[in-house]
């Protein structure tokens, strides 16, 4: 695991670091087509996160084109559609408009207190039937006289923007090259008053706006492309020139734990803080203790700027108001321990942290819903999730929490974004961030609210956590396939590491690299075990669903049956699957939040089989921990269920080593012949596969079993010896 996510860079102070390069390939440009040419430099400015992060900003081009109705010649805005990113989109992420169409909104338009309405005409507008919904910053780009035009968010721009004398401060740097425009929130209204610029300004090229970015023209791709880098490079040279011996944030006021006490931190604290957050639907977090997050976190200023809230919108609308500040003692978890102390003083200032932890969450939420109360208008949508999304700790680092791991991570790079704007502001001016009376009309926007709506229903496992172990074999994968495809981040653990990279990488090419992580875990070693959740939490936040799956099989008669043999049965198949319960118990009971166990054991916990006594005792010994653990955990909603397979050959590797050819000497069989003899020995009649027992998994993890637990469900297309009693 690591601690950043691999897509996304580590991001250097605002004004710090190397100059933006600009890597556009005339040669790669000049054999595409104009909507191509505009694809090709979106997704370059969005590669760097110094332009501007996901989601964030649009780019748009007017091209001409033939109208497939009268094969006329007209002018077609694309522009980038609602809710996509400039970096990764496609071709078909652009919503595309006739232009003369969106000139004429213009004798629609009844003012400012009407501009939301106008949203509702962009439909009518749209050309070629592209189902791509057009975005509320459509009027910015299409009002502006010029063919290509970049609105994009970087941190030493929006550093300036976010100044108090921003507008000074724009003039001294760029002259009349750049003009400015005080914050207004996007829509038809901005749109015009671009427009009215560009007119007033015929030699300008580009426009800051208030708290808000940049926006930029061309004639060309190239051209537009070109110019949005220089005039960003210029603001980086600036700043750093500027901003040169200068401590960022008035200076450290604490030391930076180290990474493994860092780690150790946030493994301890996020389940609470999930569970805290969690009680109405589950949420991963993520960690960040990257060098710019963590010159914040240990800096004199960071609570009052923290107070301050983010300027850029984008911004604001990922991570909330304002950040919650936990009460962390980093100098008192700095200390040495001593033969005298029952727990490290690293673990004191964590235990003394938990404790303030629900004082200080309530507290959040009651200045939360004042907000809400000041602010609220007779037709704002009800006050939504009052819990913080950021949580920064003196000494370690940042966390957030959202309903999904992407979102967490992009919350946490949208935060580091602003860390960048304060650390320019704030050394060159005075940091403001947006009026609150603003930031709150933008989180409640009826238009947002609308967008919200139409959000997809979260999926069965939707921000839920799941750690598997034997995760790399056949039933492991299948049952890491089921529940990532119902929304669930999900952790391997193996102790076969080359084929836990392999089964990993191909999980994460279909489902990404945000809900996949493995980990290579003996579940015999207590300490492996223990290490193995304790980076579960500090990646996802905690676990809520455990499938113990890991597995060995022997074969022989009672007389051969080493000690060695036994032990080892009993190690992996007992003592394992009591070391990950434990653990499981242990994050599920800090959250709160209940929880699943789903042990795969064995027709054999049930029926005896010739030759295997080892093996059997030790799956019927799961069998009956589970249904201790059953009992243990009802109180707290963690519910523990069985599923028992029977002969699943296909893709088990414990059928690839001596097993295989053992169970065939026990039934006088050959080798080739052995499923075709446990499938028809069946009542069905029917070979069971990992996806069965992965069905039935996923089954008993979801909330349709949300009342079952102590249960066995055999999944072995019927076996009458092994029917429950």
């Known amino acids: 695991m690591t601690d950043r996510h691999p897509d996304s860079p580590a991001k250097g102070p605002a004004g710090a670091g190397s100059l933006i390069p600009n890597a556009w390939d005339e040669s790669h440009a000049a054999a595409l087509d104009e909507p191509g040419r505009l694809l090709y430099r979106s997704n370059l400015l969005g590669a760097d996160k110094r332009v501007t992060n996901y989601g964030g900003g649009n780019t748009s081009a007017k091209v001409q084109t033939p109208d497939p109705l009268t094969g006329e010649v007209v002018t077609v805005l694309w522009v980038k559609g609602s809710g996509g990113d400039i970096g990764s989109m496609q071709r078909d992420g652009f919503a595309t408009l006739y232009q003369d169409k969106l000139d004429a909104l213009k004798g629609l338009y009844r003012g400012e207190a009407h501009e939301d309405e106008m949203v509702g005409y962009l439909p009518h507008c749209t050309f070629n039937l592209n189902t791509r919904a057009a975005s509320i910053d459509t009027p910015l780009h299409a009002y502006v006289p010029h063919v290509h035009v970049d609105h994009v968010h970087p941190d030493a721009i929006i550093a300036i923007a976010a100044a108090k004398d921003g507008e000074a401060l724009t003039r001294e740097i760029f002259g009349e090259d750049i003009g400015w425009l005080p914050w207004k929130r996007p829509g038809y209204e901005l749109g015009l008053w671009l427009e009215a610029f560009c007119r007033d300004n015929p030699n300008a090229r580009g426009v800051i706006l208030g708290s808000h970015g940049l926006f930029t023209w061309a004639e060309t791709a190239q051209d537009c492309h070109a110019l949005t880098l220089e005039i960003i490079n210029k603001a980086i040279s600036w700043l750093a020139e500027r901003t040169a011996g200068t401590p960022a944030f008035g200076g450290e006021s604490v030391a930076p734990l180290g990474v493994d006490e860092r780690r150790h931190v946030a493994s301890r604290m996020m389940p609470v803080i999930r569970g805290l957050v969690g009680q109405q639907r589950k949420k991963p977090g993520h960690f960040d203790d990257s060098d710019t997050v963590l010159e914040f976190v240990c800096a004199r200023d960071m609570p009052a700027l923290a107070a301050l809230g983010t300027s850029c919108p984008d911004h604001f609308l990922r991570t909330k108001i304002r950040p919650l500040i936990v009460e962390f003692d980093a100098e008192l978890a700095k200390g040495k321990a001593t033969e ?90 005075t940091y403001q961030g947006l009026p609150e009376q603003e930031a709150f009309d933008i989180e409640y926007w009826l238009l947002e609210e609308a967008k919200l709506q139409r959000m997809p229903k979260p999926k069965s496992l939707a921000g839920q956590i799941a750690l598997i172990t034997g995760g790399a074999g056949g039933i492991g994968s299948a049952t890491a396939e089921r529940m990532l495809t119902e929304g669930a981040c999900v952790v391997l653990a193996d102790i076969d590491a080359q084929l836990l990279e392999s089964t990993c990488a191909n999980l994460t090419e279909r489902h990404g690299k945000d809900v996949v992580r493995s980990v290579v875990m003996d579940v015999t070693n207590e300490n492996a075990v223990v290490a193995a959740f304790a980076e579960a939490a500090r990646h996802y936040g905690g676990i809520d669903i455990l499938v113990s799956n890991a597995g060995i099989a022997s074969s022989a008669p009672i007389e051969d049956t080493t000690v060695a043999l036994w032990d080892l049965n009993m190690d992996v198949l007992s003592k394992g699957y009591f070391l990950v319960s434990r653990e499981a118990f242990r994050q599920m009971k800090q959250q709160q939040t209940g929880g699943a166990i789903v042990f795969i054991a064995s027709k054999n916990a049930l029926a005896a089989s010739p030759n295997a006594s080892a093996y059997c005792t030790a799956k019927a010994s799961e069998v009956h921990l589970a249904r201790c653990l059953a009992l243990e955990g009802a109180p707290d909603g963690i519910r523990v269920n069985v599923v028992n397979p029977d002969a699943v050959l296909r893709g088990s590797k414990i059928w690839s080593g001596d097993w295989l050819k053992e169970r065939a000497d026990a039934y006088g069989k050959e080798t080739e012949d052995l499923e075709a003899h446990y499938r028809d020995r069946s009542l069905l009649k029917r070979s069971v596969l990992p996806e069965d027992i992965a069905e039935a998994t996923y089954f008993l993890a979801s909330e349709a079993a949300a009342k079952s637990t102590g249960n066995i469900l055999n999944v072995d297309a019927g076996n009458v010896q092994a029917f429950t009693r």
């Open 340 to 429: 005298d102390d029952k727990a490290a003083p690293i673990d004191t200032a964590i235990d003394n942290a938990l404790a303030r932890l629900p004082e200080v969450v309530a507290a959040y939420r009651d200045d939360y819903a004042a907000y809400y109360e000041r602010c609220k208008h007779d037709n704002s949508p009800p006050m939504r999730d009052p819990n913080a999304v950021v949580w920064l700790i003196p000494g370690v680092g940042m966390l957030t929490f959202a309903n999904d791991k992407a979102t967490a991570r992009v919350s946490a790079e949208f935060y580091t974004n602003a860390i960048n704007v304060m650390r320019g502001s704030s050394a060159v001016s």
